[in-house]
Structures are given as structure tokens and as C-alpha cells.
DNA sequence: GGTGCTGCTGTAACCGGTTTCAGTGACCGA
DNA sequence: TCGGTCACTGAAACCGGTTACAGCAGCACC
């Protein structure tokens, strides 16, 4: 077996042709003749050749890859993300490099180091200062995963707030809820910003009192059960929980039912994501639903068009819609059909330009 | 702003000094004299010079990257995994790509399209064919996570099969359990394969009837709900299932809980993997550690090692130790400390060659 | 026969780095 | 003063592809 890589001097020898022409070959460019293609092909598949990566995309000037930043690997949402990102990256041949920023401190600069590797960039909200994100824009393509960027980035996004204030007020308004809380960590992570503000927003709204400080934890389900700890030991425990994500919800579920409390009778509680798990638990979890992993694949075609060098349009900001999903766990009696779907009240859809 | 990118050759002219300077400066080789390093710092500094990396790849005949097959994002597990080995990763500055072969057809393809584009390869078992991985690694570094490859290729593993036949064993011998029911499905992944494998063995040892097939389900909970719903069906339940991770478990004891099934009295249940969540629900799980993270980096460090062509041993085999945690979920009384622990007993470590 | 076109092919110059090797001047010991 | 060593530097040749451009043959047409 051949123990060094061919090279296209190497084919070019081999099938007595020039180098352009095993090129021309081998891209399926320009003119050649049939026979000459026939010879090339040959000496190419006789000894297994394949154009070296690193050659071609030097002379090509494109790396062939974009590169995906994220703050680390917790929960389906997450993973939904990567894979659809993943998914709609492959269909191009382009390869996906991962970067979890984590809580390793020099972040930023591995995402600039990461930049000058890829053709374009995808960073989940939050996970990038916007400074840096204003000095990435100046090099290359990149486009704000759930979340925003500075203005005049490309950003896939869902309505957060709206969605949020849309469950709350339901909590409040419909079920005439007043002692609410919310589990989530408001400087954690941009989605639970926005979401903590939807929270506050249906109480303004409505002209209630403003809710207590949320409670800080993070978004799996192992900080759920904490914090109902956290909640069930106060002397007077809410009514319900507003909780920043599925996973927490699921994870206060179960460790207020392990504690005797019921749910929705005693404590109310919903979600956010609407994970598989949220239809199956008892009771099954109101939540949002949100496209995940189409926010995922519009952002990597987004990103793909762009890096593609393709003229179409810049489109800089888009907006996927959500859905209310009501089931057991706010009060509202448990629709008996199929336990995978509840009742929906579907938010607004819009495409805006954020530059105005 | 400089629109293009500058080159060796600009900051060399800049500097008064050649090429080959530069490149001595920026990579710290060879001799440069102090005086002239400042002047090519200035102009590296001064117009924010950064090399190519496609360039220095090229030059290098190295692309600086790893690559990283899996099957799917699904649960802690995988996240787990893939942050481990992205961690090792970034500390050598290399990239780390990533393949999700899913359930795409031509994922064999893939994986050598990808093979081109990195140094090194780390596949998780069960993800690609023992043919594909033989041809790899005729071209480039691998190890097989979590798996077995062919025998000349190494892998980082723990020994499914011993972990699971103790943990079988014990329900078994130490609580007398006659009818016991397997949850996963052995040809989904060689991981599910080996402990399927060790139930039978525990059965056998203990001169038991072999048990009936598996419950075919995937690895998530809600594939475990559905189980739960499956085994409860039968006219007569099983006393306890064992399931071949914890996800699975967790959805097997809120589908059966769900249904008014008390755990353990009426139903036992085991899992896998000890994630967090396992310490936490009611009653706590009992399940097999094992350091997922750590296997991971492990191989991340072997596969960096020999990508960085280090002269070091050629480790062909690696088993990392299991533990068995003993807690509430099996019928053992739930320790009252801290939920977080449970009783241990852990398996052998051993390093071994595979070539033996 | 000359001209212009067309189809095919090869030479050589890129892409942006690293590295070999030869050359320079300074310094040292004899 | 001379030969030898040493520290430093630069020209040019790589790495492995793509592609601009020029050249050549064959043909149609005037």
C-alpha cells in the first residue's frame, strides 16, 4: 500500500497529463476530452487518490468548516441544537467544529482562535461578549443562535418575553394565581433573561405586585429538585412555579411529589421547551414549545448561504414562533386523548429586520 | 480596516526584514537577534498580523484538528462525553470536529470524508463498521470511545458486561428477585450489547433460567416510559427490571409511579451510567458508576498524544473501573446521609493489551 | 492560402505559510 | 594577519492543490 499521500503531480505522471488537467478532472471543471478523462480516472481510482484538504482549500481560500460555540452540553435542548445544526451543516460538506466556552475563563479568545479556522460562526446567546462578537462581524460571517448580538448581526431567535408573559398570564389571569415564582437564573443565560422579563412583564400587565427575586439555579434537572427544596421550605410556599426550562421543571416535579406535595393541587408548575419527557410525566407539564432544532437549521443554512458566497438576501434578524402547550401540571384539567400533545395557542411568527 | 488579510510577505516588507524572519518570530524558532524581533513584533502588533492557518496547515502537513464520531446527542451521557473530550482538546489548541452519524445511510463516507480533514479520530462504539475503522486506521490515528474495534486498534472502555452481571447479581442472590426484565435494546449499541450480556451472565452463574428477551427501547426517557407501560401490560409484571441506562430508569419509574406502582415494593428498578439525577429522584436510583468524563479525556489524551507524534508507549487498551452504587431503588433501605451517595462497590481497574 | 474560431492541453504562477541552505560580518585564537 | 567559529539573515524551494493564460491542432469559411 501506497505509504505516501498521492499528490496530484504523482496522478498527472501516472496518467501522462498535466497537473491542470487531473484537476480539471477531478472538480469536474473545464474542458476535457473524453478519453483524456477516462486515462485520469483511472490512474485516480487505480491508486485511491483523493485531492489533499489542506492544498485545496489554501488554493480555494475557504477552510470548508464553520465553527459552533456554545456554553456546554447540558439537556436535550442543547442537544437538539448541535444536531440540527450539525445536520443541515453535513448536507453541504462542511465540517462542524464545537467550542464549549464552559466556564474556562479565556473564552473569548479561543472563539477568535476558532474564527481564523472556519468560514463562518454560530454562537449561542450569551456565550460571547459583544465586543467580541463586533470584532468577529468585522472578519468573517457569524450569526447569534438564541439570542441576540450586537445590532447589526444576523440573529435566529424565538419572542422569549412574549412567551413567557403569554404562560404567566395565563397562571394569573385564568387560573387566578397570585403567590408565583421563578426558578431560573436570570444572568445565566440570555434566554432566561428574557424570560425572567416575560415573567415580570404579565405581572405589570395586569397590574399585580411585583414577583419576589427568582430563584438562582441552573437549567437541569438536578437544580430543579433543589430548588423545590428551596421552595417547599418557606412558610408560606407559592402557589406555583414559573420555571426557566423543562429540565427544572421536571427536577421540581420530582422533588416536590418525593416530598408529598401535589401537583397541580398544592403547587402549581410549568415549563419551558417542551421537551419529549414533558407530555409523559405526571401530571404532564404546561410548557412552551419552541422549534429547537429549527432554530438550529435555519441558523446553519443562514450561515452556509452566507459562507457560500451566495448573493441572496441579508436577512439579519428572524423571529420562530412558539406555542402555549397547556396541560395538567398549571390546574387545567388533563386532556385524555394522546398524552403527546395539549392544547396550543400559537405566538406571532415575523421576519424583522432588526436594523429597522 | 485592512480589507485583506495580510500576509508573511507584507509584514515582512513592513518590517524591513524576509520572510523567513517572520516566521522565526511569530513561531519563536531558530535565532533572530533582539533588535530585529522588536521591529517584526511592532509590525506584527501594529497591523494585527495573524498567520494563516491553512498556510502554516498546509506547511505543517498537519490540520491542527481532531475528529469526533457519535451516533447521537442523547441525554448526559453523550454531552458528557463530548465535553470531556473537547476539554483535553482545547488545551493542545487543536479543533475538534464533530460527526453525528445518526441515522444517515452513508455515515461510513462521511467518516473518511472526515478523515481527510483531521490528524486524529475518535469514534464511539457502534458507530461506525469494523471494516471502515480497519481502513482509517491504515491513514491516521484512532480509538474507539467507549467500544471495541478491530484488535489492533485502541479503545477506552469499562467493562460493560462485568458491571452489569454485579449489579444483576445482586438483585439475584443478595434480594432474592426470580422474575427480572431487561430494558434496551442490545443491537442498538455495543454499550447495551455487553450489559444485556451480563444480565444473562449473572442468570447463568447463579444456575437461574435465562431470562425472557429484552425490552426494546432506545436510551431516553421517554423510551423508558414506554417500557414501563409495556411491562405493566403483562399479566404477570416482572418483580424488577434492570435498564440499560439511567435515563431509561428514570423514565421506567415515572411512567410506573405514574401508574400507582410502588418502587421498589412492587416494582424494582436499576440503571446505568449514575448521573446526577439518578441520587435524586424517589426512591434514589440504584446504577453503575462509571467516570464517563474521564473516559473521554482519556481518549482525547491518547489520540493528541499520538497525533502529536510523542514517542510514547503504544497503549492499545484501556478498561476504566465501574463502581456499583447501592441505593434506595433495588429494596436496599435508602442511606439516610447524604442523598448523593450511595454504598459502593467498585470492579477491578485493570490496563490491559488487547494484542496480548 | 489565410483567417478566425473552437476544443483541448500544459506551463507556471498563484494561495500563505515553513524550512533548508548558503552567505554575511563579527569575533576569537594563533 | 589569517583561518575558523558563531550568530544572524535572506533567497528560494518546498507543502498540495487551483487556475490564468498561452499554445496548438483541427476545422469552417472566405
Given at each position: 500500500m501506497g505509504n505516501r499521500r498521492l499528490t496530484v503531480r504523482e496522478i498527472a505522471r501516472l496518467a501522462g497529463v498535466s497537473v491542470a488537467t487531473v484537476s480539471r478532472v477531478s472538480n469536474g471543471t473545464g474542458q476535457v476530452s473524453e478519453e483524456t478523462r477516462r486515462r485520469v480516472l483511472r490512474a485516480i481510482e487505480e491508486h485511491g487518490y483523493r485531492p489533499h484538504h489542506l492544498g485545496r482549500a489554501l488554493a480555494a481560500r475557504r477552510h470548508g468548516a464553520v465553527g459552533l460555540v456554545f456554553p456546554g452540553l447540558s439537556g436535550p435542548y442543547f442537544s437538539e441544537l448541535i444536531q440540527g445544526f450539525e445536520s443541515e451543516a453535513v448536507k453541504t460538506r462542511t465540517s462542524v467544529h464545537i467550542l464549549c466556552?464552559?466556564?474556562?475563563?479565556d473564552s473569548d479568545a479561543e472563539v477568535i482562535e476558532m474564527a481564523h479556522r472556519v468560514d463562518g460562526l454560530a454562537v449561542l446567546g450569551g456565550t460571547v461578549s459583544h465586543d467580541t462578537i463586533s470584532e468577529l462581524a468585522a472578519m468573517l460571517p457569524i450569526v447569534v443562535l438564541a439570542g441576540d448580538g450586537p445590532a447589526a448581526v444576523p440573529a435566529v431567535r424565538i419572542d422569549n418575553t412574549a412567551a413567557a408573559a403569554l404562560l404567566t398570564r395565563h397562571l394569573l389571569a385564568d387560573h387566578g394565581l397570585r403567590r408565583l415564582e421563578f426558578v431560573g437564573d436570570p444572568s445565566g443565560s440570555p434566554d432566561v433573561t428574557e424570560r425572567w422579563e416575560g415573567f415580570r412583564q404579565a405581572h405589570r400587565q395586569l397590574e399585580l405586585p411585583l414577583p419576589r427575586a427568582p430563584i438562582r439555579v441552573g437549567l437541569q434537572q438536578p437544580d430543579g429538585v433543589f430548588a423545590a427544596e428551596q421552595v417547599l421550605r418557606r412558610a408560606i410556599p407559592p402557589q406555583g412555579v414559573v420555571c426557566a426550562n423543562d429540565e427544572t421543571a421536571l427536577g421540581v416535579l420530582v422533588g416536590a411529589t418525593g416530598r408529598g406535595v401535589r401537583v397541580p393541587e398544592d403547587l402549581v408548575i410549568t415549563g419551558f421547551d417542551?421537551?419529549?419527557?414533558a407530555a409523559l410525566v405526571t401530571p404532564p407539564l404546561t410548557t412552551v414549545r419552541q422549534p429547537v432544532r429549527e432554530l438550529a437549521a435555519r441558523t446553519a443554512r443562514l450561515l452556509l448561504q452566507v459562507t457560500a458566497g451566495e448573493p441572496g438576501q441579508p436577512e439579519t434578524g428572524l423571529v420562530l414562533p412558539t406555542g402555549l402547550v397547556i396541560r395538567g401540571?398549571?390546574?387545567?384539567?388533563?386532556?385524555?386523548?394522546?398524552?403527546t400533545t395539549g392544547r396550543h395557542r400559537t405566538t406571532s411568527t415575523s421576519r424583522r429586520s432588526r436594523a429597522m
Open positions: 466556552t464552559h466556564l474556562r475563563a417542551d421537551i419529549p419527557m401540571s398549571c390546574g387545567c384539567p388533563t386532556s385524555t386523548d394522546s398524552p
